[in-house]
């Protein structure tokens, strides 16, 4: 696809961007530190790859 071409299903990074913007604090930038906002991107990205690597290694598991 050329770019510029408008896509009909959202990207690989608008999905992710949309899983962490679904902690309120992240999607409303309710702190004002940008050293808070960024403990709380990584917290999220934490809580994110844990909940990942659980499913996976249930996956696994069934195999």
Same mark, same amino acid.
């Given at each position: 696809m050329p770019?510029?071409?408008p896509t009909r299903e959202p990207s690989q990074v608008e999905r992710s961007?949309? $899983?962490f913007k679904q902690w309120r604090a992240l999607a409303t930038r309710y702190d004002k530190l !940008?050293?808070?906002?960024?403990?709380? $991107? $990584?917290?999220? !990205? *934490?809580v *994110?790859? $844990?909940v990942a690597l659980q499913k996976a290694v249930r996956w696994r598991g069934m195999r």
């Open positions: 770019l510029g071409t961007f949309n $899983v !940008a050293l808070t906002y960024r403990g709380g $991107v $990584v917290l999220r !990205a *934490i *994110i790859w $844990v």
